[in-house]
């Protein structure tokens, strides 16, 4: 998604806003585009592409200025290009925009209609246009933005300047994320923390609906609609951890090579071996409240998603609780069934998902109470849930979650023990079992890691197919659906993900000797289902590589390949089985020579609808 990095203060506004964006990048983006000012007049330099491209152009043309503002574009409206980069500029008014505004082409024909004329497919340009259009010598360009503000529908988080007001920088949010950094007179804008956290660690975090006025070395906050605002800064105490490869080629291996550790940090300090119990400091909930909910209702995107449903698995088969799972873009446009009686989980590597932000808002909006379980520190998820239970799996820069992924699972898991502990379901005996499970969890992973040469075997043995079915049940559907979602995104091959024992009833119609199927077969109670499946398939003339557990020669029988995967037990198999496919997938792309870190059309965080 857009990233966006504004600074105003005494030195060169460029190194700080190049800086901040190349922090952003995990963001995903296609073009960038950066802006200063000097004493009143404004520069603007943008490029396609990576921001390798505009460090090349700032070489061959320099910016310099004390303001300025920076933008790093993940394509909405109008497609990647020179044109489409920001900064936008409108008459004299320059905009960086995050979001995106819905009703920008009945203001886009209005705006032609009084004589302005367009240079890109934008929404944003609109917002440049239409400050431009209010800013007038009885109004003030402050009251210029407020008043364009109040014509837009749609989200933004949005940096704006103007050649005739060079002292000022205004800064506004409704709906996508933004903080300010403030160093003595200097401030700097982003939309991540990490972007600016090298300069300052006084951070105020501004909510929707504000809008704030740096001017002179002071910041004035306001609600968009008018009437200032008290705002207190906070002190960041913890440290953004850096990108480093550390001798992976890409951020991807590193991620997955990282998760017996990221595996331990989700554990570490939480359980209580001899309660058979966890404890989960950012909980808020004691155990009579927590036993008091009558149904969960765990509420995601993509693979935080694909989290949600391994869940449900853990927490009605142990906690005996109804769990629904919902996908946000959809539960938050239709009305949904909860009440103060419901426990909504959204889950959320990045805290900042449009559709699962607007998730937990309409929950909460219906008095539910709100724990999220999220990765990043002080997200917006974060900071509106009641209670919040961290995933500690720290900085993920791979575009494909991996390591956030596994340790959702486990988050999961322990929160599955604290419920089952509060209302009974799980007795002391099987509380300190399922943490004993725990302990073997990391040393697993790393032995599943050492399958990544039979792994690329079978990449290679499959590198021409366009399409892939992954096959598994109970709790292994998720973790085939998780596992299709990973192939499609880094190595562009279809794939799809199906409950083993729904073939039958139409998918099984695709099958070829063209068409891989990876099944999963873990030695859960499914086995023995899941090995009928496979022989429908392989009865077809379908070519089966099987994912199964150690020991479990017979299972492969008929596969091409048979992959022996740790068995950790049944509730934690998932973990094992996602990381053998996260392989998979990262062999497949690798030898199609696609850019796993940053695959075409995808972003880390997806600040839009
Ligand atoms: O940050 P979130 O967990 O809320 O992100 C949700 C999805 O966008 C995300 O899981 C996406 O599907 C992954 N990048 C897929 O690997």
Redesign the pocket.
């Known amino acids: 998604m857009c990233g966006i990095v504004g600074y105003m203060g005494n030195q060169d506004a460029t190194p700080v806003i190049m800086s901040g964006l190349n922090l952003l990048e995990y963001r995903g983006y296609d073009s960038a585009g950066i802006c200063t000012m000097a004493s009143g007049a404004v520069e603007i330099r943008r490029s396609s592409g990576k921001l390798v491209n505009l460090e090349r152009l700032l070489k061959q043309q320099p910016l310099h200025g004390n303001i300025g503002i920076g933008h790093t574009r993940w394509a909405t409206h109008g497609k990647p290009s020179i044109a489409n980069a920001h900064p936008h500029k409108g008459g004299s008014v320059i905009v960086v925009h995050n979001g995106i505004i819905e009703n920008y082409l009945l203001l886009k024909d209005e705006l032609t209609r009084r004589g302005h004329q367009f240079l890109s497919e934008t929404d944003t340009e609109v917002i440049s246009h239409l400050i431009d259009e209010k800013f007038t010598a009885d109004t003030s360009f402050e009251e210029a933005v407020r008043q364009a503000l109040k014509e837009i529908h749609g989200v933004y988080a949005l940096c704006a300047l103007s050649e005739k007001d060079d002292k000022t920088l205004i800064v506004a949010k409704s709906g996508s994320p933004m903080v300010i950094g403030i160093r003595g007179n200097e401030y700097f804008v982003a939309s991540d923390m990490p972007a600016i956290i090298c300069y300052t660690r006084e951070i105020v975090i501004m909510e929707d609906g504000e809008m704030a006025v740096i001017r002179n070395g002071t910041v004035k906050f306001s609600a968009i609609g008018g009437g200032e605002l008290e705002k207190i800064s906070r002190i960041i105490d913890w440290s953004p951890l850096k990108a480093e490869n550390k001798g992976f080629p890409n951020h991807m291996l590193k991620e997955i090579h990282e998760q017996p550790q990221a595996l331990r940090n989700v554990v570490a300090g939480r359980v209580r071996e001899e309660e058979g119990d966890v404890v989960l400091e950012g909980l808020n909930l004691d155990d009579t409240s927590l036993k008091s909910f009558e149904r969960l209702c765990l509420v ?5 998603w694909h989290a949600a449903l391994v869940g449900k698995y853990l927490i009605e088969e142990y906690c005996r609780v109804p769990v629904d799972v919902e996908i946000a873009s959809e539960f938050r446009y239709r009305d949904p069934l909860v009440s103060r009686k419901t426990l909504v989980i959204p ?7 449009a559709d ?1 932000l607007a998730a937990l808002r309409e929950a909460r909006d219906k008095d539910a109470h709100i724990v999220s379980i999220c990765n990043v520190a002080d997200s917006s998820i974060a900071r509106e849930s009641h209670g919040v239970i961290y995933t500690h799996a720290g900085l993920e820069i791979g ?3 991996t390591k ?1 992924f596994t340790t959702q699972l486990v988050a999961l898991y322990l929160l599955t023990i604290r419920l089952g502990r509060a209302n009974g379901r799980i007795d002391l005996r099987k509380g300190q079992e399922m943490i004993a499970a725990l302990s073997g969890l990391p040393a697993l992973v790393e032995k599943t890691l050492g399958l990544d040469s039979q792994i690329e075997e079978v990449a290679c043995e499959y590198l021409t197919s366009w399409d892939a079915i992954y096959l598994g049940r109970g709790i292994s559907y998720p973790i085939a659906l998780e596992g299709a ?2 192939l499609k ?1 880094i190595s562009y091959i279809h794939a799809d993900g199906y409950p083993a024992g729904e073939m039958k009833h139409g998918p099984i119609a695709l099958i070829d000797v063209d068409m891989p199927v990876f099944i999963l077969a873990p030695r859960d109670r499914h086995l023995v289902k899941v090995q009928s499946n496979m022989e429908e398939v392989v009865a077809r003339g379908g070519r089966v590589v099987v994912f199964c557990s150690e020991g479990d020669f017979k299972t492969g029988k008929g596969a091409e390949y048979a992959l022996q995967i740790p068995w950790a037990g049944e509730a934690l198999s998932p973990v094992l089985f996602a990381v053998a496919l996260q392989l998979l997938a990262y062999n497949f792309a690798i030898l199609k020579g696609k850019d796993v870190d940053k695959p075409r059309n ?1 972003a ?3 600040t839009v609808e």
Request: aromatic fraction near 0%.
């Open positions: 995601a995107c993509g693979t935080s889950i959320s590597q990045s805290g900042e998902t699962t575009v494909a979650s956030t979602l990973k995104e995808l880390k965080s997806v």
